[in-house]
């Protein structure tokens, strides 16, 4: 199964902006649909932002839209979530996810729920001060 390995958050201010990123273990990544999703204490993990294999389709939950962008570099194996005008409820762990199966799909489906994903990375605390 990929591995999945997050990075880039920290401690802003709001309004701020802030980059994280997720590296992938194969070069299979590069098939994936892939996703950003975030757990606030006693919250359940909510969906941020997905991203077809192709990079060419992306998908956003409604709290971000507008103010986070997710991309990726397939030959870095990597994909990115930037995020901005940064409010203290976007406080949370962020989680990047890997969908394995339909890989490189003709017609993407955006995936929103934690159970369409089937490999997760460890968390990335992203704290945001008022």
């Known amino acids: 199964q990929v591995q999945l390995v997050e990075s880039g958050g920290g401690l802003v201010q709001a309004g701020d902006s802030l980059r994280l990123s997720c590296a992938a273990s194969e070069r299979t990544f590069s098939g994936y649909t892939m996703g950003w999703f975030r757990q606030a204490p006693g919250k359940e993990r909510e969906f941020v932002a997905a991203?077809?294999?192709?990079?060419?389709?992306?998908y956003y939950g409604d709290s971000v839209k507008g103010r986070f962008t997710i991309s990726r570099d397939n030959p870095k194996n990597t994909v990115y979530l930037q995020m901005g005008s940064l409010k203290p409820e976007d406080t949370a762990v962020y989680y990047c996810?890997?969908?394995?199966?339909?890989?490189?799909?003709?017609?993407?489906?955006?995936?929103?729920?934690?159970?369409?994903?089937?490999?997760w990375g460890q968390g990335t605390q992203v704290t945001v001060s008022s």
């Open positions: 996810a890997a969908r394995t199966q339909n890989y490189k799909v003709n017609f993407w489906i955006p995936r929103v729920r934690t159970d369409e994903y089937d490999a």
């Open positions: 991203i077809s294999w192709s990079g060419r389709n992306t």
